[in-house]
């Protein structure tokens, strides 16, 4: 399957088999991830105590392909230990928007990290200020030297019961979803000036009554909402009735679906 095809998930049911809904696929999710964060956890194996792993804080950039770029100095206890084994992992986590960190998205990208190539080095110089503008103060010092982090598999955590291994060729094929940016604004103001128009969804295409929803997530295919019913708190996941690309784009297609609902109601 392609990185750029949308996968299904499926559920343990013990009543009638729910229609799948497409969702873009872990690939997706991991480079949307890792585009929207700056700093991560990088785990390089110890000299001092070989077989244990050493964890750095690490402000990184992003190449074409996804792979992350560190700009690292030989002092730093972690290049040492590069540069005896390249092998390495990177954690790359979503802040909380809610408090729940272990509903959050987090990714791990396992592989090796080594200098990056001459003709490559311009271009990583480029991305890396774009992404970290206080680093020109230093990062023309001889001590400091670009690494790049080449994955070879990886592994998604998009919450509760989401989760799976990533391959790292499906990883550097795909691109962030083209909401990634405008996203936080979109759930905010659903979820300040909206919440009745997501209840009434909530129970036209997913068949749940609820008291109170708040968007917890939006992509180019649809959107999560987390429901208050009777019978507690309960997830569902929405298709929009087209695949959208911008923040208009989601308004139009929602205000749609609020409107068909309510003729249908």
Known sequence: MSSNEPVSRQHASTGPAMP?????????????????????????????????????LMPFALDSSGRPIFLISNMAMHTQNLKADPRCSLFVGQPAADGDVLGSARATLIGNAEPVPDNDLAEAR??????????????????????????????????????GWVEAADYECA??????????????????????????LAASHAGINASEATMTSVDRLGFSLRLKTNDGIKGTRINFLHEVATPQETRTVLVGMVRQAKVQS
């Open 20 to 56: 799948q809904l497409p969702e873009p696929s872990h690939a997706e999710r991991v480079r949307t991830l890792i585009s929207l964060t700056s700093v991560a956890t990088l785990s390089t194996i110890s000299r001092k105590h070989p077989g244990y792993p050493f964890g750095s």
């Open 126 to 163: 480029e991305r890396y200020l774009a992404r970290h503008e206080n680093s020109r103060y230093w990062i023309d010092f001889p001590d400091f030297n670009f690494f790049r982090l080449q994955p070879v598999d990886l592994y998604y955590v998009g919450g509760f019961g989401v989760m």
């Open 175 to 200: 691109v962030p979803d083209p909401l990634a940016e405008t996203a936080p604004g979109i759930l905010a103001h659903m979820n300040a000036d909206h919440v009745d128009s997501m209840i009434l």
